[in-house]
């Protein structure tokens, strides 16, 4: 499967965005979906997951309350809305998609989006 991620900008803290990522090439609901990012000198770190259906998600708990995922199974696209953007938040994002459960691990994702960058001023 392919993935395109996009939405990505420059937005001041406090402010929201909404990223996207659309899949092609294979069965979109078969797989489990994923966010990453990976900030200046950081590793990448694990943002949100959702599950085939969406009924299922996860957080990493620098972002519970703030960032919602979910997926429109019809279009084949997972969305990240971003709300309350912390600086902190400044990285570079990933979509990613795996054939196995929805997971926290990176190494369990198959094929992954090129990113796209998130930038919050203070």
């Known amino acids: 499967v392919q993935l395109q991620a996009s939405g990505g900008g420059l937005v001041q803290a406090g402010g929201s965005l909404r990223l996207s990522c659309a899949a092609s090439?294979?069965?979109?609901?078969?797989?489990?979906m994923g966010w990453f990012r990976q900030g200046p000198g950081k590793e990448r770190e694990f943002v949100a997951a959702?599950?085939?259906?969406?009924?299922?998600?996860n957080y990493a708990y620098s972002v519970k309350g703030r960032f919602t995922i979910s997926r429109d199974n019809a279009k084949n696209i997972v969305y990240l809305q971003m709300n309350s953007l912390k600086p902190e938040d400044t990285a570079v994002y990933y979509c990613?998609?795996?054939?196995?459960?929805?997971?926290?691990?990176?190494?369990?994702?198959?094929?992954w989006g090129q990113g796209t960058q998130v930038t919050v001023s203070s």
């Open positions: 959702v599950n085939w259906s969406g009924g299922i998600t």
């Open positions: 090439g294979r069965t979109f609901s078969n797989y489990a």
């Open positions: 990613a998609a795996t054939r196995g459960a929805y997971s926290t691990d990176s190494r369990t994702y198959d094929y």
